[in-house]
């Protein structure tokens, strides 16, 4: 598989992931979302201080998240979004989770902000050569730590390299969970 290729691939898991709970998101420094169902949903303890946070080999994306949390069919998907993130553009960050603890994927992908203004990627595929991640869980925040595989496109031939991942979704809610 050639470098465009992994990028590509890495772009589109993270954009389905983001896609698939598009609509069910939390932003904590808005108003919440009215919900189409009857019964309230339920709100984040005021006396957590947990905040979604996401950083690539140490070092922290400055970005303002919006938290998506879903659950269907025993599938876990978490997202974070910052559709105007100044250094890489729609900045979306995701993970995939079946069962109880198993991490499927994971992808991190900006619009811009890639090597020589290249779209930005990191991402892992359970299965997949290149990488490992973890869960961890505390109530409604979910840690995943691991390491993707990125490319740099400016030089096709260099191939993959990996990057170390480190990603806190603080979900007031999960939809559907």
């Known amino acids: 598989m050639n470098t465009k290729s992994v ?12 896609l698939f709970v598009t609509g069910c998101s939390d932003d904590s420094s808005s108003a919440p979302a009215k919900s189409s169902s009857a019964a309230p949903a339920p709100q984040a303890d005021p006396a957590s201080s947990s905040k979604s946070t996401a ?3 140490g070092k922290a994306f400055d970005a303002k998240f919006t938290t998506t949390c879903a659950e269907q069919g025993g599938t876990l998907a978490l997202a974070l979004t910052d559709t105007a993130n100044a250094a890489y553009g729609n900045l979306s960050v995701s993970a995939t989770i079946t069962g ?6 994971v992808g991190i992908a900006g619009s811009k902000g890639g090597d020589s203004g290249q779209p ?11 990488g490992s991640a973890t869960l961890t869980k505390d109530g409604n925040t979910y840690k995943v730590t691991g390491e993707g595989v ?16 480190d990603i806190t979704f603080a979900c007031s809610t999960v939809v559907g969970g």
């Open 7 to 18: 990028t590509a691939t890495l772009v589109a898991a993270a954009a389905a992931a983001t």
């Open 55 to 57: 950083s690539v080999d």
């Open 100 to 105: 109880t603890d198993t991490v499927q994927a």
């Open 120 to 130: 930005y990627a990191v991402g892992f595929g359970n299965g997949m050569p290149g």
């Open 150 to 165: 990125s490319a740099d496109l400016t030089n096709p031939l260099a191939g993959p390299k990996t990057s170390k991942f």
